[in-house]
């Protein structure tokens, strides 16, 4: 029998009154800007929403029946597990069942699709991210190890190999998509697909209109720079 995954709240069951967007500690830090237009977004066009940025490795410290859109499949992992009362649903799934969602178009593009590790046993995302890029005009050319068989990108390697060895395994994951364009949607990703010579395009950036920047890609400084945030946060 097939694994059914782990499924996500229905967006008809989340309380409005207990409705959060955690954008991660690592989108926050990417661009915080975009994080302010997706929760606009989501006030306009969904549930009044609160902005949640509590790091997930810490107690969210919110009341049970809250729910926590999230961008970070990390995130959505940790919250929903380690967290009695608190319930989970990705950004993209929202998004994607928002009615007549003014979304930018990209005719003639086409990508493969890496998909976050961590969102492996939820279908639900990766569906919902192939029907919102489908919405944006774009073509898929799918990588065998993709959705339920995706890999690591790498980075969740460090620090318990060498950095040069999280180097090769971001190259193999890289040479693993058969386009020059990939579409990511966790931040880590877009340095790992980078580094293997690809061209990454983030989920937020596609659905916002905007380019897609690495930043930082030494691998130490930017966990570095993530630690110091998820400290202080």
Not at 139 to 155: N, Y
Request: charged share 25%.
């Amino acid at each position: 029998m097939d694994d059914p995954g782990l499924p996500s709240i229905q967006l008809e069951d989340i309380d409005p009154d207990k409705c959060y967007f955690n954008p991660g500690c690592a989108m926050s830090l990417y661009k915080p800007e975009a994080v302010e237009e997706i929760l606009h977004l989501l006030n306009r066009r969904f549930l009044p929403t609160k902005l949640h940025t509590t790091c997930c490795r810490h107690d969210p410290d919110l009341p049970a029946g809250s729910t926590i859109i999230n961008n970070c499949a990390g995130c959505d992992r940790r919250f929903r597990s380690l967290y009695e009362g608190i319930q989970t649903v990705s950004i993209w799934e929202v998004l994607d069942n928002i009615p007549a969602l003014p979304l930018p178009t990209y005719d003639g593009l086409q990508l493969s699709v890496h998909d976050s590790c961590s969102f492996r046993k939820k279908p639900q995302v990766h569906a919902a991210v192939r029907s919102l890029l489908d919405k944006m005009h774009i073509e898929v050319i799918e990588s065998p190890l993709s959705g339920t068989k995706s890999v690591c990108c790498g980075d969740n390697f460090y620090p318990h190999v060498s950095i040069e060895k999280v180097t090769a395994f971001q190259k193999k994951r890289a040479a693993q998509m058969p386009c020059q364009d990939v579409a990511v949607y966790c931040v880590s990703c877009i340095k790992s697909m980078a580094i293997g010579g690809k061209t990454p395009h983030h989920m937020m950036d596609l659905v916002l209109g905007e380019e897609t920047d690495p930043q930082e890609t030494r691998i130490d400084v930017y966990h570095e720079l993530l630690d110091q945030y998820i400290e202080e946060h």
